[in-house]
């Protein structure tokens, strides 16, 4: 085997299970992330009084997530799986809808509507071939499938409130990736994400690795070797590798790699994406009556996609005995909810808050905003005839983010999933 010097852009869970592989196989690696931690969406903060990390953006994972959990095994770290409350937000009411039981009790459909409802789920579900799905348009074909009142009143709130103007151009691929990856219990890793990623980054270290923080790479070239412009506390300097991997997200890697061809340009500028805000609420009491810990809000009038309070999924004491609550939403980079600051935003979300939870305001202890402009990709149908190819028009630069998971939906088990893939990919083109 020739040993290569290989430059990974991005520590999120990608980037860091690429490095890991590569390093493992023998090649040398080296990793940039222009933050000053680790995990990319799923980095999280500690404050002061706190024993563990907290997330930005609320996290976990199903009990199929088999690649990060089989990553976490291997590297001997340890988890939580707990079955936690999931509910639904419907007329004014929460509404428990997170099994067979639990539906069958929800009193606003009929029993008919319901058991229709739950007969076209399982049969998506459990349909094993997600490619003639994907050129069906999942708005206009689910009310056909499971009845109209009950898309009206359950589903359709909940893409509009995901996808806002994109609403109507979802693939059923999509829906079917959502729901087949559904289980009642979740895990969640011990001491948080932030906690996880570092220990990876120690393992990588052990393996010979280096993960620098704080450096962004402003510039990769090709010619005779990957040229990479890095910068660092204002400082640039140039630094030759073998081959790249870019996690970053797109619209980035066309900022940084000149290079690219206009047709490549183009056919990256025809994906489009979402971006998120979170704010995180610090409450000295319990947020929702009835331990629920997701909330999906079934109401396009409210202007918020889910509440999650992870701490009715996490315990308290990890916190200071706090309560934390997300109110999560996806907007466009440019919309005013977007651009607003944490006290617009809250104040924004107030009225709907307080029809759940009166005095939680009462309770506040403090909050943060956390925004990113790349949190969710669109999914059109026909999808895999604009995915991106892992290898991009450059030599030896490979292009891994979260746009090329499809038919799954983002996450960082898939993008552990992703990172394994393209280091596979690197190392077999290293040994032609």
């Not at 790699?257 to 805000?277: D, H, V």
């Not at 939403?329 to 104040?347: G, V």
């Not at 979260?402 to 983002?410: A, G, L």
Request: aromatic share 14%.
């Amino acid at each position: 085997m020739i040993k290569k010097k290989i430059a990974i852009i991005g520590a999120g869970f990608t980037g860091l299970a690429a490095g890991f592989r590569l390093l493992q196989i023998g090649h040398e690696v080296t990793v940039f992330e222009k933050r000053d931690r680790p995990g990319g969406m799923s980095g999280g903060f500690r404050e002061k009084a706190w024993e563990w990390t907290l997330e930005e953006y609320y996290h976990h994972w199903f009990t199929n997530d088999i690649h990060i959990l089989g990553l976490a095994a291997e590297i001997g770290y340890k988890t939580i799986m707990c079955k936690p409350v999931t509910s639904v937000y419907v007329e004014d009411q929460l509404y428990q809808f997170d099994s067979p039981q639990s539906i069958l009790r929800f009193p606003k459909l009929s029993l008919f509507d319901k058991l229709r409802m739950a007969a076209a789920i399982g049969v998506i579900r459990y349909d094993p071939f997600w490619k003639p799905l994907e050129g069906i348009n999942a708005g206009s074909f689910l009310p056909k499938v499971m009845g109209k009142k009950a898309y009206r009143l359950i589903w359709e709130p909940q893409f509009t409130n995901k996808f806002g103007k994109y609403s109507d151009e979802v693939s059923l691929a999509w829906f079917w990736a959502r729901i087949r990856k559904r289980t009642q219990s979740l895990v969640y890793p011990v001491g948080g994400f932030l906690q996880f990623a570092n220990a990876l980054i120690e393992k990588i270290i052990k393996l010979g690795g280096n993960v620098f923080f704080n450096m962004e790479v402003t510039s990769v070239k090709e010619d005779n070797g990957v040229f990479l412009r890095v910068s660092e506390r204002k400082k640039e300097n140039i630094r030759k590798f073998d081959s790249a991997i870019i996690t970053i997200p797109s619209t980035g890697f066309l900022e940084i790699a000149p290079q690219l061809s206009q047709n490549y340009k183009n056919s990256l500028g025809r994906l489009n994406s979402l971006g998120a805000t979170n704010l995180v609420l610090r409450l000295n009491k319990q947020f929702f009556p009835d331990k629920t810990y997701w909330l999906s809000i079934c109401d396009s009038a409210a202007g918020i996609m889910a509440i999650v309070e992870h701490t009715n999924f996490m315990d308290k004491r990890h916190y200071n005995n706090e309560h934390i609550v997300y109110v999560g939403n996806y907007t466009t980079s440019d919309h005013p909810k977007f651009l607003a600051s944490k006290e617009k935003l809250l104040s924004t979300y107030d009225p709907f808050l307080r029809k759940i939870n009166s005095a939680y305001k009462n309770n506040l202890i403090d909050y943060k905003l956390f925004k990113t402009p790349f949190a969710q990709p669109i999914i059109p149908p026909y999808y895999s005839k604009l995915i991106p190819s892992i290898a991009t028009p450059l030599p030896n630069i490979y292009l891994a983010n979260m746009q090329q998971v499809y038919p799954w939906d983002r996450g960082t088990n898939y993008a552990v999933e992703l990172g394994e893939k393209t280091a596979s990919m690197v190392h077999e083109y290293t040994k032609i």
